[in-house]
């Protein structure tokens, strides 16, 4: 049974960095790709991208100037990166596995990030 | 960009009653592998989302059969037989078969 884990600073000031981990245990980390999905309060969910087990990336365009996802194999764990950060990024980010032909499972439990000054 | 559209985008059921959720792509996602990518997911009040159908008619693991899934090509169908009180959240559609991945508007279903 895979479980994610994740964490990182959940204050920011507009134009600082968004950092955070996700953790993954059990199952097979090379099984899956690793994705981040926000959610903006009130509203739907938005995928941010992908990182597999080699390192390769997709993004989702909007966002592609200013995220990065990077994995550390050694540690099973993920991370996201997203730039000069504005209130629009305020949102739960989830840390996801996607595995092709199942979808998105299992989910993180979700970390709220808010941008004020 | 593939475009998901989910109708109703709110829904009241009495319990015990069926459900039906709607949801259209802009784009086929009929895969040249034959899977077709089209997820359906439950998020509960104050829980991240939850996998129920892959592959648009495939319950995952532990979901209940009252939840079947249907469709092809561009049009899907969630439906719910008998709703129960512990159905109550947002439905959403997806798809995975081209970048970026998308979900629908989401639907609120409330008892």
């Known amino acids: 049974q895979v479980q994610l884990q994740q964490w990182g600073a959940g204050l920011l000031k507009p134009s600082e960095t968004l950092s955070l981990t996700c953790a993954v245990y059990g199952g097979s980390f090379n099984t899956y790709y690793w994705s981040w999905i926000r959610q903006s309060p009130g509203k739907g969910l938005e995928w941010i991208g992908e990182i597999n087990h080699s390192g390769g990336t997709n993004y989702t365009p909007s966002l592609k100037s200013r995220v990065s996802i990077s994995v550390d194999t050694s540690k099973n764990q993920f991370s996201l990166r997203l730039t000069s950060v504005t209130a629009a990024d305020t949102a739960v980010y989830y840390c996801v596995g996607f595995r092709w032909g199942f979808g998105f499972d299992p989910w993180g439990q979700g970390a709220l990030v808010i941008v004020s000054s | 960009d593939i475009v998901m559209t989910q109708t109703p985008l709110s829904l009241s059921v009495a319990p015990g009653q069926p459900a039906s959720i709607s949801c259209k792509s802009s784009q086929s996602l009929l895969h040249s592998d034959g899977k077709t990518c089209l997820y359906w997911y439950l998020q509960k009040p104050g829980q991240p989302p939850q996998l129920l159908i892959y592959?648009?008619?495939n319950r995952f693991s532990g979901v209940p059969d009252r939840f079947s899934g249907s469709g092809s090509g561009t049009d899907f169908t969630l439906k719910i037989s008998l709703v129960e009180a512990e159905d109550v959240g947002v439905y959403y559609c997806?798809?995975?078969?081209?970048?970026?991945?998308?979900f629908g508007q989401g639907t609120k279903l409330d008892i």
């Open positions: 592959d648009v008619s």
């Open positions: 997806m798809q995975s078969i081209q970048f970026p991945y998308n």
